[in-house]
């Protein structure tokens, strides 16, 4: 017994018998219109065509991902975080004469024309130094902050012990880092060239904070912020280039852009969520729990493997970067399972991935090669 529908002018009309696929679909009672098919399909392709279209790849580690956000929204973006700042601690800003300053312009511009060499970047990377906004100069000594390899300062050991367990073992691969590698391996099998045109428009720019705050940025563009506490921390010059090829790192790699357009993506499933289940105060926690910190980590690990491949096409031993990483995590305090809810891996993850990395000991050839070794 076959089923009929009346249309719009009274007329019968029997159902057709089924006919299967997309076009069964479409033509069944009163079901989808072709049209709607059409444009679904138009939507659907351009998406598509958008989605590969903003794919990149990071280079060093030839990471595939995505950025929604363009260079020059990237690097504005970097310009007024960094005028803000700038801003904040204008009183605290050191000369450009001042001594430690020339050290960390030293080590930071050795690290920028490694880096833009390392990717064939052709853009300018002269690094320059904010105008003395300072009114006077810090009561702070010098010395607390400027000693470096001519100074009479301890050495540190290239190679680590946490406790009784050593970190160097050559046949072990740290399970955080394997993605790195497979990275790297399969660009090389397909001959995956990075994306580095955005480098080209940096305008490389550097302030030092007269503040009692272990940390530095490289923010989009090129715009770096180092704090005098990290200068007392880490008073070796090759443990303050590990920590500048690890942020010069995360603006070669893009990672304020890609932050924001995964963001974009995690809002679009919190809001989806919400919807269902109407918790905020359970969705926002979980996304970033499950979403967001996860990335972040990741992208840390990034720039450390990064940082390593800077400095040592710098100068620098990358060896003493593991070192620099378990001591940023000794300085913090932090139990180790703080990590999870953390947008850093620990000092002791970090400082085991990287020696037990392919990218250290590919970085360590370089720095050999690059000392005659």
């Keep these: 017994q076959r089923s009929y529908y009346v249309d719009r002018y009274g007329v019968r009309h029997f159902e057709q018998r089924s006919l299967g696929g997309m076009r069964g679909w479409a033509n069944a009672g009163g079901g989808v219109s072709q049209k709607f098919l059409l444009v679904a399909g138009c939507i659907g392709g351009f998406m598509v065509y958008f989605y590969y279209t903003h794919l990149e790849v990071v280079p060093y580690t030839n990471r595939k991902h995505l950025v929604l956000i363009s260079p020059q929204m990237e690097a504005m973006l970097g310009e007024t975080t960094f005028n803000n700042m700038k801003k904040q601690f204008q009183n605290r800003i050191l000369p450009p004469y001042h001594p430690a300053?020339?050290?960390?312009?030293?080590?930071?511009?050795?690290?920028?024309?490694?880096?833009?060499?390392?990717?064939?970047?052709?853009?300018?990377?002269?690094?320059?130094?904010?105008?003395?906004?300072?009114?006077?100069?810090?009561?702070?000594?010098?010395?607390?902050?400027?000693?470096?390899?001519?100074?009479?300062?301890?050495?540190?050991?290239?190679?680590?012990?946490?406790?009784?367990?050593?970190?160097y073992r050559e046949n072990e691969s740290a399970v955080d880092d394997v993605w790195v590698e497979d990275c790297r391996k399969t660009a090389k099998e397909k001959g995956r060239k990075a994306q580095t045109q955005h480098v080209d428009h940096f305008k490389w720019e550097i302030v030092v904070v007269d503040a009692n705050v272990v940390n530095a940025a490289c923010l989009p563009g090129g715009k770096i912020i180092v704090f005098t506490g990290l200068l007392k921390a880490f008073p070796h010059d090759e443990e303050l280039a590990t920590v500048l090829g690890h942020e010069v790192g995360h603006a070669i790699a893009r990672h304020t852009g890609e932050m924001l357009t995964r963001s974009i993506f995690i809002g679009f499933i919190e809001l989806l969520f919400l919807v269902v289940v109407q918790a905020p105060n359970i969705v926002g926690p979980a996304s970033d729990l499950l979403l967001r910190l996860p990335f972040s980590r990741k992208m840390e690990i990034e720039a450390d493997h990064i940082g390593a491949l800077v400095m040592a096409a710098a100068g620098y031993d990358p060896r003493i970067a593991p070192g620099v990483y378990l001591?940023?995590?000794?300085?913090?305090?932090?139990?180790?399972?703080?990590?999870?809810?953390?947008?850093h891996p620990s000092g002791r993850t970090r400082a085991e991935g990287l020696l037990k990395s392919q990218t250290l000991k590919e970085a360590t050839r370089i720095y050999l090669s690059k000392q005659g070794g």
Excluded: C, W
Excluded at 121 to 139: M, R, W
Excluded at 155 to 165: C, D, T, V, Y
Excluded at 327 to 339: A, D, F, H, R, S
């Design 101 to 167: 300053v020339v050290r960390v312009a030293r080590i930071a511009q050795n690290s920028i024309n490694s880096a833009m060499e390392g990717i064939h970047a052709t853009g300018k990377n002269q690094l320059e130094y904010t105008p003395d906004v300072s009114k006077k100069l810090p009561s702070a000594r010098s010395r607390d902050y400027v000693l470096g390899p001519a100074e009479d300062v301890e050495q540190p050991s290239f190679f680590l012990k946490l406790g009784e367990k050593d970190l």
């Design 327 to 343: 001591k940023l995590g000794e300085l913090q305090k932090l139990p180790e399972y703080v990590q999870y809810i953390s947008t």
